[in-house]
C-alpha cells in the first residue's frame, strides 16, 4: 500500500463540536470514516499541568487528501494549536482501504 493511507489524530473540547468537526469533515470528502470516544487528557500548556475531558477523534483518510484536511481541521478547531498528528498506515484489507479512496474521491 506504500502509505497511500493514514489516520489522522485529534483531541477537541467536547461532544458537539467532535460531532460539527466530523460532520463537517465527512461532508467535504475529507475522509471515510471518523471515529470517536471521550478521553482524559493531560498535558503541559503555558507552563502549567492541564486536565481536561477530550473527545479523541481517529479519522481515515488518503494521504492525497491530508493536506486539506489539515487546513480544515485547522480553520474549524476551537484550540490555538490544535492536535493533528498523521500516521501512515502500512496495511490493510483491501476492500477497506479502496472503500476509504472512493469515499474521499472526486464524486461520480
Known amino acids: 500500500m506504500n502509505e497511500e493511507y493514514c489516520m489522522v ?3 477537541i473540547p467536547g461532544r458537539e463540536e467532535a460531532e460539527q468537526l466530523a460532520e463537517g469533515i465527512l461532508g467535504n470528502r ?9 478521553i482524559r487528557s493531560f498535558f503541559l500548556w503555558e507552563g502549567a499541568m ?4 477530550e473527545m479523541l477523534l481517529l479519522i481515515k483518510t488518503t494521504a492525497e487528501r491530508y ?7 485547522s480553520e474549524y478547531h476551537p484550540y490555538d494549536v490544535p492536535e493533528i498528528i498523521r500516521i501512515p498506515v502500512t496495511a ?9 479512496a472512493s469515499t474521499t474521491g472526486p464524486l461520480a
Open 9 to 11: 489524530v485529534t483531541t
Open 30 to 38: 475529507l475522509a471515510a470514516c471518523i471515529q470517536m470516544t471521550g
Open 50 to 53: 492541564q486536565r481536561e475531558a
Open 67 to 73: 493536506s486539506a484536511l489539515e487546513s480544515y481541521i
Open 92 to 100: 490493510g484489507l483491501p476492500g477497506y482501504l479502496s472503500w476509504i
